[in-house]
């Protein structure tokens, strides 16, 4: 490309800049009106494009720690010790557990609702069933009982007491 091309080029990109500026609301009605006449397929490439974009790595990598920040106030540094404190295994079940993903199997960080305090890392199946027993140990206990007392899925042939 040659000198007068390339500034021949820049004075297009320059008047085109100055007519986008010049004329915002024009550009914001034609874009609205267009998304309206064309809904399903706005529609249709936002639904796909969320898809892929949750997918990434480094989106989920970015929510994670975004989210670990947020909810917890640790760092993926605290998080990753604690893991590792725990060998990867639910402080609760002792069940392996998947770092993320949203199987019962999937990590959850534990907390106090009162003062943020964080617990352990525990399976969501263990992270749900302490906190529908409204976290009180008293209750936590009476479920045992009950189960002990009327019997439980966990009882090998043999082994009731």
Known sequence: MDQSTSARSQRTKDRNKRWRQDNVEHIREYQKEWRKQNAEHVSNY????Q???KDREDVQFKTWMRNLHRNYKITPEIFNKMWADQEGKCAICDQAMQ???RKLSAVT??????TGEVRALLCRGCNHGIGCLKDDP???QSAAKYL????HYS???????
């Open 148 to 151: 002990i007392k009327h019997g």
């Open 155 to 161: 009882n090998l042939k043999g082994t009731d007491k």
């Open 99 to 101: 770092p993320r993903g």
């Open 109 to 114: 960080v534990d907390h106090n609702h009162n």
């Open 46 to 49: 936002q639904r796909e494009y």
């Open 138 to 140: 008293k209750v936590l």
């Open 51 to 53: 898809a892929e974009y």
